[in-house]
């Protein structure tokens, strides 16, 4: 129901001519009332309750005037407009406080003409300035426009019941529409104030129109608004909503805010975490930029992640080294067998960190030849040598030994440089790259990384990792490497990078050049048998289930195993086998605790065969050799060395003409046709008949599915062909290796150790090398040296007197007929010595 009397025309126009001209006047704050208007008013202040008593008990006429100063708790004349309206009080309720509730009804607009009283309450002498009414086209079309808006404007307030919409439209008289109108919908106290003392009706309904359009505007953007944020609410975004109420509702409640919360927490995390003046300054940068966004922003929650990963590097963390020797050795003893030149290698790097300590050397102190500072003193070891070793096993032992913490990152098959650089913060998703998030997760910024199978990085259109490695692993530039997502420096050089590689030809040049190369090769039988006792067998009967108690290995059983289940430079293939021996002692235990009547089980020789079964490897050079044509060769694998046989035969055909096969490189096919050259050229040397050259010569080297190369087979080649045309078998227990010349000379070669021990595993107790590489046997295990007889050579003469077996030692049966046979012969029970890793084979 609308604030408004249906009085009749000729009452109001009576109550209108008795209006004195001397009223008391009530100032209204924040209020104009309008003419014909109903409206409760709540009276507190004492003299405006004393003008409403006083009124009601007098002609119930009181003048209504709006303040210009809300804030003014008692207005004076000079604090009230001069243009109101005069009213009739119609019913005063009282309330207990002494307030009162008075309903009164506006009559007509009215000025102050001048005033006669102040106390106890105002008191003014009034005129009455009716409105100017003219019937016109214009009123009528600002009438219609006026119920078009308001009626517009009614159906966007919830609160404003349509019967009220129903009545303004049935109203003729343009004046109580206007008042009426402007007393309802929402007008501002000026612009109602101004529609007030207006005396032209035209003028009012022009301003009220221009009000009511604009509000109508403005309500219309809103319900847009709120339309249009429904449907994002209802689709995707109701929590984001029900979150900004809870904001909302926590400002109101003076909670506070969680953007300025999490501004808080990130400004002290910075301080504490005692970071390097450039991150601070970026991180302080990014917060300011933080504080500034709101929540929903999703720049916000980019910058959140960018701070959680600032603060929680371990800028300063450190851990204390230990740097007692003897502690250091007792530990790398423990845990690992022989690797002499690693464990002093280590050593060493202990002693530098102890003196330097001891001394207050500090890196500030140290310089080069030209003065000038020298950044980082760090070491970065790499360890090269076939797979079963023990290289990452022994880091482990370096970090125990150091009390510093391990973590371990693989590098094989990488091929896109942002594993190690991160990606830009602007890309969506970017996180920094793997080294500082193993920086990140270790703690510290002193720990052990092992950086395994560097030589196996890739590269492709992303990039090449080996690249970005550089800057890694180089003490002069490490202590400021920058992460592309975080973008500020850290200091890496406290790092002890370690790598392990199984060989260093497919490692770039410039970072093999920044690390400090350890061979670690193969193991002997004696150091394997070691090995299985002391560390592989404890450990396999622990994990297996099984009790000391329960189960020895003999050295016999140990010995067995190698020869005839393994063939490999490390112990990985022999801890497997010794774990399924333990798993079959298990599985008996199991059905049956009493099996064995509770005595311990000894494997020996026989038993650990009947446990593993048929043995994997059967070696045996003499059933290779026992025939001419066929020689046994020294080579080198990732895995470790192997033992290569090189055979040889001859057929009807083009004389000088040369088959090869085997998977042949084309260095390894070089060395056959100069030993082939050498044969046809010096056959007088060698005691050949002239016919002996002429003919077809077919070379192979077994196991064809492994690509073969490298110079090494050269005098291995001279001798199968000198074999196979003087038919003279060579010495079953022998085994060479060397380059060869056209004229016969033998060059020297690599990877002496690895062949050494892999003809050592083979059984043959004979070796031919070049002379120039008797430096090279210093580092041969002494087992080795007192078990293997090594013969240094300078010409192919010497290998051939040493190689062949005098011809009446020859075996019955076999003969040159002519040299149209082919006299080669592989006993089919005699099987190839083949690397399981699928690695090539160099010669």
């Known amino acids: 129901m609308l604030p408004w009397f249906n009085m009749q025309e000729q009452n109001l126009d009576e109550l209108i001519r008795q209006i004195p001209e001397d009223l008391p006047i009530l100032p209204l704050r924040n209020t104009v009332a309008f003419p014909y208007i109903v409206m409760p008013l709540a009276v507190g202040i004492p003299r405006s309750v004393?003008?409403?008593?006083?009124?009601e008990k007098g002609n119930r006429f009181v003048g209504?005037?709006?303040?210009?100063?809300?804030?003014?708790?008692v207005p004076g004349s000079e604090e009230v407009f001069e243009v109101g309206t005069v009213a009739i009080i119609?019913?005063?309720?009282?309330?207990?406080?002494?307030?009162?509730?008075?309903?009164?009804?506006?009559?007509?607009?009215?000025?102050?003409?001048?005033?006669?009283?102040?106390?106890?309450y105002l008191r003014a002498n009034i005129r009455l300035e009716t409105d100017i009414v003219e019937h016109s086209v214009i009123e009528e079309a600002l009438r219609r426009s006026l119920l078009s808006v308001a009626t517009e404007l009614a159906e966007l307030i919830p609160q404003f019941p349509e019967e009220a919409t129903r009545f303004i439209n049935q109203l003729e008289d343009s004046r109580l529409l206007v008042y009426l109108l402007a007393s309802n919908l929402r007008v501002d106290m000026k612009d109602a104030q101004q529609i007030l003392e207006m005396r032209q009706l035209v003028a009012k309904m022009e301003h009220l129109v221009k009000v009511l359009s604009h509000e109508l505007e403005v309500r219309q953007i809103g319900q847009q608004i709120q339309e249009k944020a429904k449907e994002e609410i209802e689709k995707t975004q109701r929590e984001y909503f029900l979150r900004q109420q809870m904001d909302a509702i926590r400002k109101e409640l003076g909670e506070g805010d969680d953007g300025r919360r999490d501004a808080e927490e990130y400004r002290k995390k910075i301080e504490e975490c005692k970071m390097t003046d450039e991150a601070k300054d970026e991180a302080l940068r990014e917060l300011a930029r933080l504080e500034k966004m709101p929540p929903q922003?999703?720049?916000?929650?980019?910058?959140?992640?960018?701070?959680?990963?600032?603060?929680?590097?371990?800028?300063?963390?450190?851990?204390?080294?230990?740097?007692?020797?003897?502690?250091?050795?007792?530990?790398?003893?423990?845990?690992?067998?022989?690797?002499?030149?690693?464990?002093?290698?280590?050593?060493?790097?202990?002693?530098?960190?102890?003196?330097?300590?001891?001394?207050?050397?500090?890196?500030?102190?140290v310089s080069d030849l030209q003065g000038r500072k020298v950044e980082g003193t760090g070491a970065i070891l790499v360890f090269v040598g076939p797979p079963g070793v023990g290289k990452t096993s022994l880091g482990q032992s370096i970090a125990r030994a150091l009390d510093r913490k391990f973590t371990r990152m693989s590098l094989g098959g990488m091929r896109d440089e942002a594993e190690f650089r991160g990606h830009r913060r602007t890309y969506i998703g970017a996180m920094p790259g793997r080294i500082m998030q193993a920086i990140k997760r270790v703690?510290?910024?002193?720990?052990?990384?092992?950086?395994?199978?560097?030589?196996?990085?890739?590269?492709d259109w992303r990039g090449d990792p080996s690249s970005a490695l550089l800057e890694v692993l180089d003490p002069q530039q490490n202590h400021a490497f920058r992460d592309h997502y975080l973008d500020v420096d850290f200091d890496l050089s406290k790092v002890l990078f370690i790598c392990t590689a199984n060989t260093t030809a497919t490692i770039p040049a410039p970072l093999l050049d920044r690390m400090e190369l350890i061979r670690i090769d193969g193991y002997t039988e004696y150091d394997k048998v070691h090995i299985a006792q002391q560390y592989l067998v404890p450990r396999q009967i622990k994990v297996n289930g099984l009790l000391e108690e329960e189960i020895k290995f003999s050295e016999e059983a140990l010995r067995a195993i190698i020869r005839d289940y393994t063939r490999e430079a490390g112990v990985r293939q022999l801890e497997r086998q010794i774990g399924k021996t333990c798993r079959k002692i298990a599985t008996k235990v199991a059905e049956d605790e009493k099996a064995n009547g509770g005595k311990s089980l000894v494997i020996d020789g026989e038993k650990a065969r009947e446990l593993l079964g048929k043995p994997r490897y059967r070696f045996e050079a003499a059933l290779r050799t026992e025939r001419p044509g066929v020689a046994a060769g020294l080579a080198w694998t990732p895995s470790g060395g192997e033992v290569l046989f090189v055979e040889s035969a001859k057929m009807p055909g083009a004389d000088g003409s040369l088959i090869l096969t085997g998977q042949l490189g084309d260095v390894m096919q070089e060395s056959a046709r100069i030993a082939l050259s050498y044969v046809e050229s010096h056959w007088k040397e060698l005691n050949l008949c002239e016919d002996s050259c002429k003919g077809k010569i077919h070379l192979h080297v077994p196991s064809g599915a492994m690509p073969k190369d490298g110079p090494s087979a050269g005098i291995t080649m001279v001798t199968s062909l000198v074999s196979l045309l003087s038919?003279?078998?060579?010495?079953?227990?022998?085994?060479?290796?060397?380059?060869?010349?056209?004229?016969?000379?033998?060059?020297?070669?690599?990877?002496?150790?690895?062949?050494?021990?892999?003809?050592?595993?083979?059984?043959?107790?004979t070796i031919i090398l070049p002379k120039l590489n008797e430096i090279d046997l210093d580092e041969l295990p002494d087992q080795i040296r007192e078990d293997v007889?090594?013969?240094?050579?300078?010409?192919?003469?010497?290998?051939?007197?040493?190689?062949?077996?005098?011809?009446d030692t020859a075996k019955d049966g076999v003969e040159n007929k002519s040299g149209e046979e082919n006299i080669s012969a592989i006993p089919p029970e005699a099987t190839s010595n083949v690397p399981e890793d699928g690695a090539g084979i160099a010669a």
Do not use: C
């Open 90 to 120: 119609h019913r005063v309720m009282r309330g207990n406080d002494g307030t009162l509730t008075v309903f009164i009804q506006g009559l007509e607009r009215m000025r102050v003409v001048d005033w006669v009283q102040e106390d106890p």
């Open 64 to 73: 209504l005037v709006a303040m210009k100063d809300p804030s003014i708790e």
């Open 50 to 55: 004393q003008l409403i008593e006083e009124a």
């Open 297 to 365: 922003a999703a720049e916000y929650w980019v910058i959140k992640t960018y701070l959680d990963w600032l603060t929680s590097l371990p800028w300063q963390e450190l851990t204390e080294d230990n740097l007692g020797i003897a502690n250091a050795r007792v530990v790398l003893d423990e845990d690992h067998y022989d690797l002499e030149d690693v464990k002093e290698r280590i050593l060493e790097f202990l002693a530098v960190r102890k003196l330097r300590k001891e001394r207050n050397l500090e890196l500030d102190e």
């Open 727 to 765: 038919n003279r078998p060579v010495r079953p227990d022998l085994g060479m290796t060397g380059e060869i010349t056209l004229q016969g000379q033998v060059l020297p070669i690599g990877g002496l150790k690895l062949k050494t021990l892999a003809a050592h595993r083979a059984g043959l107790r």
């Open 789 to 807: 007889k090594f013969i240094l050579v300078d010409d192919i003469q010497e290998v051939l007197e040493h190689a062949l077996m005098p011809v």
């Open 443 to 459: 703690g510290v910024k002193n720990p052990v990384f092992m950086l395994d199978e560097v030589d196996k990085i890739g590269s």
